[in-house]
């Protein structure tokens, strides 16, 4: 296949808001792939190449100085191989490699397939195909029930492989994706409301539990053959190995455990969400201890329980992993989920989550089955931008421009992030030194006074509620925002909705 025809392609779904017109287009150019094209394909589609990190950023691009091509005539194969090259360069003298193998893709594009490629290797493909389109697209090429695609998604983790086997695989194969221990999956998400009374409204009978300010973390266990990973699917296993120890013991041979981790001070409460965070980039330390905490249990010894009830998988997490389990009790009663509440917020930790009992594990979907609940309303916001500072902040990246996901598409391209307020509160000299060393690095543009980057860095935003507003396009803006940390461990994907903010203003 032809790189013009992708670039026609999302052409021709950006430039309709009908979400059918979406998905027959991104479906013709899905069945006219061959094989190998395919995982290619989806990760240009979702701005996320196949080879993950790339080592390219803006300045990389702009620094460019080549002459296009008047004709097309790379195919999607050749971009593939350019791109391994690209995530392949290491060491000294990988710069002046990635340079070269860039000089040489840009030289032979045209204007208009440079101008799609340098839009997808910097993840700013606003096109509407989102995972959800794509996977509606996939399903309507190969013939097979969205449902089943995209529960094989969700198990796999990976949309380009997904799409493979769809499009080339038997629906009885397609089907039979499941756990496999050894291999992460998406994890199950939480929504928001504003009381554990309130939450118990919609779940009905639930496990309370404490909500802690650690870091997700999901471990596979095959006989001795133990893997960690973060809540984006990342490998962190020779980074702690007090966990895998810890795994290694329980009574079982085949284990996929989903919890939380942090370390904890010298008189046992929580340590900053920052300092657990600092474990999973850094060599081993074990000065800085980690501990697991496990809330649920999708597989043991053979034994998928995603589709089991909450009770049949705590029952089993009982059993293989008692010492480890987080904190909570089932109730229907609200009085004694507020006193967990309580109880939760006096040890130190954030609140809790409520999640219904008879739910199963809906990887990668958020609902009403679990429903976190924090006495400070918290949101994961994505940075847009940031303002140079001034006064004793001159010369450092300050005013943060704050984005909510917009994913219906209800204030423009689904996918995109919708602006809802700026701060500079909670800013710590650290901090700051640590934006203005780093965003440079997702620099899209910039002009005199704010440099505007790509829509990828999490921010943790703490506020006291949103008001109506017409300065942004969501028609609100957040009151008295102030800064907790950012969240390395969360995609822009997670970031909250604009429509979970605005429904504040119903609150």
Partial sequence: MMLSELVTTTEEVAATSSRLAKIDA???????????????????????????????????????????????????????????????????????????????????????????????????????????????????????????????????????????????GTAAELEAVGLQVGRPVLPMLAGTAATPTAALELTGEASVEFKLDGARIQVHRHGDDVGVYTRSLADITHRVPELVEIVRALPAHDLILDGETLSLDEDGGPRPFQDTMSRFGADVSRELLLRPWFFDLLHVDGRDLIDEPLSTRLAELERVASDWRIPGIVTADAAAAEDLSRDALAAGHEGVVIKAIDSPYAAGRRGTSWIKVK?????????????????????????????????????????????????????????????????????????????FLRPEIVVEIAIDGVQRSPRYPGGIALRFARVKGYRSDKTAAEADTIQTLRALLRG
């Fill in 26 to 168: 991104l479906a013709r150019l899905l069945a006219r792939a061959e094989p190998a094209e395919i995982a290619p394909l989806v990760g240009l589609l979702l701005a996320a190449p196949r080879q993950g990190r790339l080592g390219v950023g803006w300045r990389g691009i702009a620094a460019l100085d080549v002459h296009h091509a008047e004709a097309s005539t790379l195919r999607i194969a050749d971009v593939d191989q350019a791109l391994d090259a690209l995530a392949a360069a290491s060491g000294t003298g990988s710069n002046a490699a990635r340079s070269s193998v860039l000089g040489g893709l840009a030289a032979r594009t045209t204007p208009g397939e440079w101008d799609f490629l340098t839009r997808a290797i910097l993840g700013e493909l606003r096109t509407g195909a989102l995972g959800g389109v794509l996977l509606d697209a996939i399903a309507r090429a190969s013939g097979r029930t969205p449902a089943v695609v995209r529960r094989a998604a969700m198990l796999s983790g990976d949309l380009g492989i997904t799409a493979h086997l769809a499009l080339t």
């Fill in 375 to 451: 006495p400070v309303l918290t949101y994961d916001l994505v940075v847009l931008g940031a303002e140079w500072g001034s006064g004793r902040r001159q010369g450092w990246l300050s005013n943060l421009h704050l984005g909510a996901l917009d994913l219906d598409g209800e204030f423009g391209d689904p996918g995109a992030f919708v602006m809802v307020g700026k701060t500079f509160k909670g800013l710590t000299d650290e901090l700051l030194k640590w934006q203005t060393q780093t965003f440079p690095e997702f620099e899209t543009r910039r002009s005199a006074g704010t440099v």
